[in-house]
């Protein structure tokens, strides 16, 4: 990786991990703010670049929209410490450090800022945009939150990720409307369990890093560019199992986390809440199912020299992730026997 032989990014992103750390198993509320600081002033030297203006401008949209969550947690925090004993506005703190939190996540409602940002960004910025950054976020979130309102943010989460990414080209869009998706199941996962939440959270992790690891190596961000011809056969259907295990399917492993939450959700009486989940599933593999439809069945021909494909160990690699997203059904049923 890029950061690898350069000593201020590998110090950074050193940094990067050990705040979520710190803001992770704080005994305060201001020890999980100053976590969260130490994570936003070690992300943004990681993303900002002087040779490229979209990741300037989108490490100071990072840079403002954090900090104005940042602000709201610690006017909560403060007014929390001066009403420590007015339990009629336990429900107003409950809200105001939810909406900190989902605002620093990208959810919806406050999810505006995060596809334009994503546009700007590597392919592995992107990674620890999607996954590393939520962590922290999402733990303090089940600290204190107000159920009647994630529900609704739940809802919001499902609905503007699957119906945000119908429109899209870009894959690095495509790939912040399906993260906005996903955090809408994360979120349920944490109200029932951090179990729960931890196991769907490390499947989501591995099944993003298969799609940026893909993109990085091919240098793809738009869909027209997976439509070349002499990209070969395997990629093209190594590609087509990580969407689809992406989006749920069942015989692949992305469907495992989705099936014990449905079945959480069945049998605690959530029949609207498991109907709008699976319907906005269905959305997410339909543009998943139509981007590799086209990549498959459409071809454009380019130069006989333009040939693209993966260095041999990228392939093996690519390969061997497909086949555990193959298997990963297969497996997980071993464990219900």
Known sequence: MYFLNNSNKMFFTFILFFSTLIAISSNSWFGCWIGLEINLLSFIPLISSPFNLLASEASLKYFLIQSIASINFLFVILLKMTF????LMDNFFSIMISSSMLMKMGSAPFHFWFPNIVEGLSWFNNFILMTWQKITPMILLSYY??????YTMIIFNIIIGAIGGLNQISLR???????????GWMLFAIMISENLWIFYFTMYSFLISIMCFFFFNLNMFFINQ???????PLIKINLLIN??????LPPFLGF?????????????????????FVMMSLIIIFFYIRITYTCLMLNYFKMKWLKISLKNNFLWLMN?????SIMGMILSTFLFL
């Open 320 to 324: 061997f992730f497909s086949l555990i």
């Open 84 to 87: 420590f004993k007015n339990f």
């Open 256 to 276: 495992f986390p989705k099936w014990i939450m449905i079945n959480f959700l069945m049998n605690n009486k959530f029949y609207l809440l498991t109907f709008l």
């Open 243 to 248: 969407f689809l295990s992406l989006g749920g």
């Open 145 to 150: 939150f107000n159920k009647n309102f994630l």
């Open 173 to 183: 869009k495509l790939m912040a409307f399906s993260s906005i998706n996903n955090l």
């Open 226 to 232: 997976l439509f070349i011809n002499n990209i070969s």
